[in-house]
């Protein structure tokens, strides 16, 4: 069961339930008995409110808020959710709520119903308290933080995205929690003692541009124009779904030396990787943006560590995605905005093939250690089965 407009394209279940706003505004409007419906990954994407009012929506505070109060109707006691939940029966509720603060309980209802365990994924931080002049924030956080804890209390498992998000929520509040972070396939990857370039590099991004990521982005392009002039050669190529705004794509797009490409498939993804020289994760410095990626570690990093590829990360220290780069020594990593940081750092990319072998060998080991996909989903499995057979 998931609740937004999107239709699936995971192989690995077959009985999908999809309740999205449309679903809801037709259900307030008269126009469906039911709220939702199943659906298969054949079917196409419902679509009432434009994309770009919606991600504009999206933005406000207030309309957030009300709309939360709009899905908390929701009743899986009526309609064909019930009939739908009533046929399948289940015995363990995998939940993954972020801060749809508004499905929790409905949750808990449901494991109370049908004497369901709950194994509780955590991705990303939507609970620590942090002050807001914006009283619908507030309003929105603390009914998360509320929410999350019953949640916590009531779970046979708890699972977050990474060590700093265990060990800050066992501090915080006392959560026991285990670590599944993002999984690739690396049974077959073998370091390649293919030699190194030193100049003309190709430096590409894949990932989101939101969270002023691409501030950090124009900035690396900047560099690589001042660099040229000592005689270091390379281009930063973006990629991201989404086309940016018109006042980003001036910012990054930089001369020669820096565009936005566009959107990639995953086959695209991984052309994109192999054709690289240095593949860069950019996390933004200012503090509304920290909040928001502070325990989070992107599912990007563990792709990047499989690709064989030296990896440059900007971004603060205490951000979970550049402190897990650190602490593995999987990559160059620069934690300042200073241009001469910046330059100094790159360069050092250009002039030492040498330590982006180095970087290079550890990231593979760190991805085997604790991304390898074959590993990790057997125990997550067996995590699965242990709770069924504990009834």
């Not at 207030?62 to 289940?90: A, M, N, Q, T, Y």
């Not at 593949?279 to 990093?301: Q, R």
């Not at 910046?342 to 093939?353: G, H, L, S, T, V």
């Amino acid at each position: 069961m998931y609740f937004h407009r999107e239709i699936p394209t995971s192989d690995v279940c077959e009985n999908y339930y999809k309740i999205s706003d449309e679903d809801i505004i037709n259900k307030f409007l008269g126009r469906s008995e039911n709220i939702g419906r199943k659906v298969y990954r054949e079917a196409r994407e419902e679509r009432l409110i434009p994309e770009n009012v919606n991600n504009k929506l999206k933005k406000s505070s207030i309309v957030r808020f009300i709309r939360s109060l709009f899905w908390l109707s929701i009743d899986f006691e009526k309609d064909g959710v019930k009939s739908w939940l009533d046929k399948f029966d289940p015995e363990i509720i995998f939940f993954c709520g972020g801060n749809a603060n508004y499905l929790y309980n409905s949750v808990l209802k449901l494991s109370k119903k049908y004497n369901a365990k709950i194994v509780y994924y955590i991705t990303d931080d939507y609970v620590l308290p942090y002050f807001s002049f914006n009283i619908f924030n507030l309003i929105n956080r603390n009914w998360t933080r509320n929410v999350f804890k019953k949640m916590c209390r009531n779970s046979s498992l708890i699972l977050t995205i990474g060590d700093k998000m265990s060990n800050v929520y066992k501090g915080k509040y006392g959560i026991e929690s285990k670590k599944i972070m993002n999984l690739v396939e690396v049974r077959n990857n073998k370091i390649l003692n293919d030699e190194l370039k030193n100049n003309d590099l190709q430096f590409v991004y894949v990932g989101g541009l939101h969270s002023n990521r691409w501030k950090v982005l124009s900035l690396i392009g900047r560099s690589l124009e001042r660099i040229e002039k000592k005689g270091f050669r390379g281009t930063l190529n973006i990629y991201s779904q989404h086309q940016p705004e018109e006042k980003i794509l001036r910012e990054i797009n930089s001369k020669k030396y820096s565009r936005y490409c566009g959107s990639l498939d995953s086959d695209g993804v991984k052309k994109v990787l192999k054709e690289s020289d240095v593949l860069v994760h950019v996390e933004s410095f200012d503090h509304n943006s920290k909040e928001i990626t502070y325990l989070s570690v992107s599912t990007k990093i563990s792709e990047y560590m499989a690709s064989q590829k030296c990896i440059l990360a900007v971004g603060p220290e205490d951000v979970a995605s550049i402190e897990y780069l650190i602490e593995t020594k999987s990559g160059f990593v620069i934690t300042s905005m200073d241009n001469e940081d910046i330059d100094y750092k790159i360069i050092d990319i250009f002039q030492n093939p040498d330590k982006r072998s180095s970087y290079i060998e550890k990231a593979l080991l760190t991805v085997k250690q604790n991304h390898d996909v074959e590993i990790r989903r057997k125990e997550f499995q067996q995590d699965i089965i242990n709770l069924k057979n504990n009834n």
